[in-house]
């Protein structure tokens, strides 16, 4: 830092404002490397600009390659063509911003080249770039430092574009359908729409304390009540739990509700999504992640969740003795002393059933105890209609057949507080208020988009598909 600290003193000696306002480009690196050809034979200056990556230098000639937002480009500068300024450039560094205006040749060696008429500083770089940089494998420094991550690794940024095209996918599939996109609070007097425990904070202007919200689903649910038919909302939700490979405080879902369907109508439109979103982001229906491949094919495989889950343990868990889970718990490791009965049936299934489903699974018909805003089966009443679908034993989606009986709702609400579940500290009486002036027939649907973009985009951890993970103070790591 100390030897750039005085090149900075002395661009400004020589002159030179070394954080000028703007520059004006002409051209990408893409754009000149896409027309290369025209842009050659009709001699056009171009001005181009980016981050110098390196430097090789040979006396009165200098090469240096530039890189921009999505791609790289050589520079060539020769003492005879820039005069005086030549010079100059013994003060620009790996890691500055630098403009340039030339025209284009290419090397002996294939090389599309700016030959330079002249350049100038952009952003001098205080700090120089780690060590080895340009293979920037620390997964600390990856994380904790995003942006160094993003230079070093073009195939990081290029995940994050996808991860933002995936959205957009998302709302122009839903769009096209017919839904429109909603806005609910974040704060929220009671939390709701899940089991979770939330974070805390304090409204000074309302004086009383406020959650983040766990889920959207209450407030999207109200507004089905208010006539809307089909709604859906991109958003971050936050539960104050643990962090692991695919878990992380602050998410990002997309929830939706649709009006005069259920479970069986959304199992449709996620195959329908899903399809959709491989072949626009992917081009592909042949999906790769953690080194297994799987083929896209609708429809998509249902099994139903007791069922399977009483294949494994050999017994009925919808009528079995809590000694029997409890058993079951203690024979794969399962903590199950602070655990309801429903919470010690679905670490159960995790552990038997969902780690092994790879290819992309319904799974259908859940107990009733594990799903309080679900619609009673309409053929076995100690199930409701529900599924979640997984890959790669992993789960990607959560729908209902909602529940829109009022009194029912009342019950389920007092039946959680009685158990004491997590995420549940007092009735939400607005909600059931709201459902007592009707609410149709509905399917909603959850979806985690960050585990989402783990599985389309191949990557092993959610943190490689948030750009800003939260971390522990480095005093405290």
Not at 55 to 69: C, Q, S
Not at 180 to 204: D, K, S
Not at 398 to 408: G, M, R, Y
Not at 442 to 461: E, F, H, N, W
Request: net charge negative; aromatic share 12%; proline share 4%.
């Amino acid at each position: 830092m100390e030897e750039r600290l005085k090149k900075l003193e002395k661009l400004k000696e020589s002159g030179i404002n070394p954080y000028p306002y703007k520059f004006e480009r002409t051209h990408t690196f893409t754009e000149i490397r896409n027309d290369f050809e025209g842009l050659s034979q009709s001699e056009e200056v171009i001005m181009s600009s980016g981050r110098i990556l390196a430097v090789r230098g040979h006396g009165k000639t200098i090469f240096a390659t530039l890189a921009d937002e999505s791609n790289k480009m050589q520079i060539y500068l020769r003492q005879d063509k820039i005069g005086e300024k030549f010079g100059l450039f013994n003060l620009f560094d790996i890691g500055d911003f630098i403009g340039v205006k030339g025209k284009l040749f290419k090397t002996k060696t294939g090389e599309i080249t700016v030959l330079v008429e002249d350049f100038t500083m952009l952003s001098k770089a205080l700090r120089p770039l780690p060590e080895k940089w340009h293979g920037l494998k620390d997964v600390e420094v990856r994380y904790r430092k995003r942006y160094l991550d993003l230079i070093a690794n073009l195939e990081v940024r290029e995940i994050f574009k996808k991860r933002t095209r995936l959205i957009a996918s998302i709302r122009n599939f839903l769009d096209k359908k017919g839904f429109i996109e909603m806005e609910t609070p974040i704060l929220q007097p009671i939390y709701g729409g899940g089991a979770a425990r939330p974070f805390e904070t304090y409204y000074n202007a309302l004086e009383q304390d406020m959650f983040l919200r766990i889920a959207d689903e209450l407030y999207l649910k109200r507004l089905i009540v208010g006539g809307y038919e089909k709604v859906y909302e991109v958003c971050r939700d936050f539960r104050n739990e643990g962090i692991d490979r695919f878990h992380n405080p602050e998410f990002t879902m997309i929830e939706l509700y649709q009006a005069f369907t259920d479970y069986e109508g959304i199992m449709e439109l996620v195959e329908s999504l899903l399809e959709f979103l491989l072949k626009n982001i992917i081009s592909s229906m042949l999906l790769k992640f953690n080194n297994k491949e799987i083929e896209f094919k609708k429809p998509f495989k249902k099994i139903k969740y007791v069922d399977t889950l009483n294949d494994k343990l050999g017994f009925d868990i919808l009528t079995a003795k809590d000694d029997d889970i409890n058993k079951a718990c203690e024979d794969c490791g399962i903590d199950y002393k602070k655990l309801y009965r429903g919470m010690k049936i679905d670490k159960l299934f995790s552990e038997y059933v969902q780690k092994n489903i790879i290819e992309p699974t319904f799974v259908i018909d859940y107990p009733k105890i594990m799903s309080p805003f679900a619609k009673v089966h309409r053929h076995d009443e100690r199930l409701v209609e529900r599924f979640e679908l997984f890959m790669f034993g992993i789960e990607i989606a959560n729908a209902f057949s909602e529940l829109n009986d009022p009194l029912e709702q009342r019950k389920r609400f007092e039946a959680q507080l009685v158990q004491k579940e997590e995420g549940i500290g007092e009735i939400d009486e607005d909600f059931i208020e709201a459902l007592e002036y009707g609410m149709p027939p509905t399917g909603g649907l959850g979806i985690g988009i960050d585990r989402l973009c783990m599985v389309l985009l191949d990557q092993p951890s959610i943190r490689d598909v948030i750009l800003f993970p939260q971390l522990r103070k480095l005093q405290d790591a």
